[in-house]
Antibody
Framework: QVQLHESGPGLVKPSGTLSLTCAVS?????????WSWVRQPPGKGLEWVGE???????NYNPSLKSRVTISVDKSKNQFSLKLTSVTAADTAVYYC???????????WGQGTLVIVSS | DIQMTQSPATLSASVGDRVTITCRAS??????LAWYQQKPGKAPKLLIY???SLESGVPSRFSGSGSGTEFTLTISSLQPDDFATYYC????????FGQGTKVEIK
């Protein structure tokens, strides 16, 4: 059973960089899957942030593309998210998820809340 | 960018009711559509993929249909555990979620 677990600071200052890591267990990040980040502002809907594959290829939400970097670390079986120049609008629960070969998201982490505040 | 529009935003229903949620895509996505259920404080759970394929372990009262730009999620007989928020998601071009439909107790 694949499991994903997000970790990282729960508080980030405005204009700073949000950095999160997703550790994958029960499966290899070097498989043919894509690995996604999805976020959810408090009380609002889901927003796809972007994805990476084991080779380091990425796809990003066009609305966030200028500020997002997603990378993979095969040696640690994990992938990471960096979001720069954050504002209060980036406050959200951030989920990592596995993309099945077809593209839907079949395994999700439990989510981690990141608050942007001074 | 492909936009996904769900309706209704909120749905009030009773246990045993048949419930239908609609999702429309701004352009054709063939059958590349998934449905998720989310309960408060929890991660979304995959219910349906490829518009009508039931994920393993999901009760058969859930079903999906549609192709192109119009899709539906149907719960044939609403159960107490089904009160939640439901999201559609296209994966034809990158990924986009609908805004969600909250199913609440009538």
């Amino acid at each position: 059973q694949v499991q994903l677990h997000e970790s990282g600071p729960g508080l980030v200052k405005p204009s700073g960089t949000l950095s999160l890591t997703c550790a994958v267990s029960g499966g290899s990040i070097s498989s043919s899957n894509w690995w996604s980040w999805v976020r959810q502002p408090p009380g609002k809907g889901l927003e796809w942030v972007g994805e990476v594959n084991h080779g380091g290829s990425t796809n990003y939400n066009p609305s966030l593309k200028s500020r997002v970097t997603i990378s993979v670390d095969k040696s640690k079986n994990q992938f990471s998210l960096k979001l720069t120049s954050v504002t209060a609008a980036d406050t959200a629960v951030y989920y990592c998820a596995r993309g099945a070969l077809e593209g839907f998201l079949d395994y999700w982490g439990q989510g981690t809340l990141v608050i942007v505040s001074s | 960018d492909i936009q996904m529009t769900q309706s209704p935003a909120t749905l009030s229903a009773s246990v045993g009711d048949r419930v239908t949620i609609t999702c429309r895509a701004s352009q054709s996505i063939s059958s590349w559509l998934a449905w998720y259920q989310q309960k408060p404080g929890k991660a979304p759970k995959l219910l349906i993929y490829k518009a009508s394929s039931l994920e393993s372990g999901v009760p058969s009262r859930f079903s999906g249909s549609g192709s192109g730009t119009e899709f539906t999620l149907t719960i044939s007989s609403l159960q107490p555990d089904d009160f939640a928020t439901y999201y559609c998601q296209q994966y034809d071009s990158y990924k986009t979620f609908g805004q969600g439909t909250k199913v609440e107790i009538k």
